[in-house]
C-alpha cells in the first residue's frame, strides 16, 4: 500500500507534518511535490495551502479555488483516488471539524473500495467521524489503534472470486443463492432487484461479503438469514446514492441551453413540470429547480409560469433527507457564492435551501403508480447515473 495523508491545514503553517510523521514510522515519508509518483510502503502528506489529486499514479496539486474556512481538500483528493484506484482504494476518516470526507467516500463506496471512520467517541474533533458515519455507506467504525490491523486484515486477504471466472458448474451455485438473496430483500424491502444488472449486483455483493471475511456464497446468504440488519445494509448498497448539486455542469448548461426556447413558447400562467426519477437525496431535484428558476428569469422577468417539479426515489430514508433539504458546508464546493445568496439559508451545521424553492418541489418514494404529465403540461425528465 502507499499512504496518503490529507489534513486542514493554515495557508500560513509550515509543513513540518512530514517530519513529525517521520519519527513513528519506517517508511519514507515525503511532503508532496507536484507529479510525484506514488509508491508502495511509502507515505505522502499533502503540503500547506494546496489542494491534491491522484491520476495514472501520480500525485498533481492545484492552488486552492475556494477560500479559506470552504475549502474541502479531503473529499477533493478522496473523489479523484475513486476514479483511479477503484476497488484497489481505502479511504480512512479520523478526528476532525466540519464534513469534509462526506461526498469524497461515497464515490469510493461507488466504485467498490471500502471506507474506515474512527468511532466518534475516540475522536477529540467528532463532526467528521459524524458527518462519515451519517451516510451509512461505512464499512468499519473503530477506535483509532484497531484501525491499522483491519486495514492490513483488509488488504491481505483475497477477494471473492468472480462467479464468470468458475466452471459452468460452480457458477450455478452462485446463480441460486443469489436468487436467495434476492428473495431475502424483497421478504425484508418489498423490492425486487433481480432485474438489475447482474455484474453491479454481484459486485456490491462481494464487496459486503469481503468486508465480513466469507468467501462462500452459500454462507452468505446463510449470514443474511440471522442477520436482519445486512439484509439492510446490502439493500441501502446496492441503492448507493451518490449525487451532487449540479453533478456534471456541462450538462445542466446544456439542459439551461435546450429550456429557453421551450420556456418562451408557454403561455402566461402556464405549468411546467418536470421529473426527477431516482433523487437520492434531493441534490438534483433542488439543482432542477433552480436551473429552471435562472432560466424563467432570464426569458422575461416578471412573466408568471409556474414550477412543480416531482422526486421519487425507492429510498424512503433519503426522501425524508430530501425533504428537509439541509445539506452539509461542504456543498459549497458545487454550489457558487451567488447560488448560495439566492437559493440556500445558512444555518448551524451547513446550509438549507430555502422554503420557496422546496416548495417547489414534491418528494415521494418510489410506489407501483406511474406519474403522468398532464396533455397541456411540458414535462422533462432527469436521471442520475
Avoid at 194 to 214: A, F, G, L, P, W
Wanted: aromatic share 10%.
Amino acid at each position: 500500500m502507499a499512504f496518503v495523508v490529507v489534513t486542514h491545514l493554515s495557508p500560513e503553517q509550515e509543513g513540518t507534518l512530514a517530519q513529525v510523521l517521520q519519527q513513528y514510522t519506517p517508511m519514507p515519508v515525503h511532503e508532496v511535490t507536484d507529479g510525484m509518483r506514488v509508491r508502495p510502503n511509502q507515505v505522502y502528506v499533502i503540503p500547506p495551502n494546496k489542494d491534491m489529486s491522484l491520476l495514472h499514479g501520480t500525485l498533481l496539486l492545484f492552488a486552492p479555488t475556494q477560500a479559506r474556512g470552504k475549502r474541502m481538500p479531503i473529499d477533493f483528493f478522496f473523489q479523484s483516488l475513486a476514479k483511479d484506484s477503484r476497488e484497489r482504494a481505502v479511504c480512512i476518516i479520523c478526528s476532525g471539524m466540519g464534513s469534509d470526507g462526506t461526498i469524497g467516500l461515497k464515490m469510493i463506496m461507488e466504485n467498490f473500495g471500502m471506507v474506515m471512520v474512527q468511532s466518534p467517541e475516540t475522536a477529540e474533533y467528532d463532526s467528521m467521524p459524524r458527518s462519515a458515519i451519517a451516510t451509512e455507506f461505512v464499512d468499519y467504525v473503530l477506535p483509532a489503534e484497531q484501525l491499522p490491523a483491519k486495514l492490513l486484515e483488509y488488504v491481505n486477504k483475497p477477494l471473492t472470486s468472480r462467479p464468470q471466472r468458475e466452471s459452468a458448474e460452480s457458477a450455478a451455485k452462485p446463480a441460486h443463492a443469489l436468487q436467495k438473496i434476492f428473495l431475502l430483500i424483497r421478504a425484508h424491502t418489498g423490492h425486487d432487484f433481480s432485474y438489475y444488472k447482474r455484474n453491479t449486483v454481484m459486485r456490491r455483493i462481494e464487496r459486503r461479503m469481503n468486508s465480513h471475511q466469507i468467501k462462500d456464497f452459500t454462507h452468505y446468504v446463510r449470514y443474511l438469514q440471522e442477520n436482519v440488519s445486512e439484509v439492510e445494509a446490502l439493500f441501502k448498497e446496492l441503492l448507493i446514492g451518490v449525487t451532487k448539486f449540479f453533478r456534471d455542469a456541462e450538462a445542466f448548461e446544456s439542459f439551461k441551453q435546450h429550456l429557453l426556447p421551450l420556456l418562451r413558447t408557454k403561455p402566461e400562467g402556464s405549468t411546467v413540470r418536470a421529473w426527477a426519477p431516482g433523487c437520492s437525496t434531493g441534490e438534483e431535484a433542488y439543482s432542477l429547480a433552480i436551473t429552471l428558476l435562472e432560466c424563467l428569469e432570464n426569458i422575461a422577468p416578471g412573466r408568471y409560469l409556474k414550477v412543480q417539479i416531482f422526486a421519487t426515489d425507492i429510498n424512503t430514508d433519503g426522501i425524508e433527507y430530501a425533504r428537509a433539504g439541509l445539506y452539509p458546508d461542504n456543498i459549497v464546493a458545487d454550489v457558487s457564492p451567488e447560488r448560495l445568496r439566492r437559493y440556500f439559508t445558512k444555518v448551524e451545521g451547513g446550509y438549507q435551501i430555502r422554503k420557496d424553492v422546496r416548495d417547489l418541489v414534491v418528494f415521494a418514494p418510489t410506489t407501483s403508480t406511474r406519474m403522468r404529465p398532464s396533455p397541456s403540461s411540458t414535462c422533462w425528465c432527469a436521471a442520475t447515473c
